[in-house]
């Protein structure tokens, strides 16, 4: 079956630090692959999406490339700031099912 | 456009009583999810629906549990006798068909169960 892995967080980062989240996925067929965001005491919101090899989704200066050969998705941004404190979900669509795939989530902390 | 629309946002109940949490999926999708969250286990699908019809409860924790979807535009999560194990966070989420297609969701009842 389909499966998404993310990095073990929590991940702790100064301000206008470099992020990167890994995510890495086991899919039958050409699944879509989605970055979520949570907030503290909200829901989970889409930050970017890619549905096709070699696209890239960005969103709020974030940036994920849709990697075949490697499998992956991974969530770059280049300068954090205290407001992307949250949890980061990678998550699939697809493939050999209608129902979304989740990760088990990165928190990001980000320090002044 | 209106989102996902639950309710109620926050429950505190007593052991032993019935909860029932609302949902109202975004019009013309035609899937719809319930998910939990907690600390411990993280994010956890319980069920899903395709044009009201459950496609797949085998997240459903036990018996107490039970979900219905009577129209497109309405479903329920009921949890009876609730347990203080069953304090969580319970999103509901709906899409459309098609692997492009975005999951929305909606911002959760807080259930806390004494």
């Known amino acids: 079956g389909n499966s998404v892995t993310q990095m073990e967080g929590p991940v702790t980062l100064s301000e206008e630090a470099f992020l990167t989240i890994n995510c890495t996925y086991t899919?039958?067929?050409?699944?879509?692959l989605f970055w979520y965001v949570q907030y503290p005491g909200e829901g989970l919101q889409l930050l970017l999406k890619a549905t096709k090899a070699d696209d890239k989704g960005s969103n709020k200066g974030f940036e994920a490339t849709y990697r075949k050969e490697t499998t992956s998705f991974h969530l770059e941004k280049g300068s954090v700031q205290v407001s992307d404190s949250a949890v980061y979900f990678c998550?699939?669509?697809?493939?050999?099912?209608?129902?979304?795939?989740f990760g088990p989530g990165t928190r990001l902390s980000v320090l002044p | 456009d209106a989102g996902v629309i639950q309710s109620p946002r926050h429950e505190v109940t007593e052991m032993g009583q019935e909860v029932t949490l609302r949902c109202k999926p975004i019009s013309g999708h035609d899937y719809l999810f319930w998910y939990r969250q907690t600390m411990m286990r993280g994010l956890e699908l319980l069920i899903y629906f395709n044009n009201n019809v459950p496609i797949d409860d085998s997240g459903m924790p036990e018996d107490r549990f039970s979900a219905k979807m009577p129209n497109a535009s309405f479903s329920t999560l009921k949890i009876q006798p609730s347990e203080p194990r069953d304090s969580a966070v319970y999103f509901c989420?709906?899409?459309?068909?098609?692997?492009?297609?975005?999951?929305?969701f909606g911002e959760g009842s807080w259930l806390t169960v004494v």
């Open positions: 899919a039958t067929g050409y699944p879509s």
């Open positions: 989420a709906s899409t459309l068909e098609g692997w492009r297609n975005t999951i929305y």
């Open positions: 998550a699939l669509k697809g493939g050999s099912g209608q129902n979304f795939v």
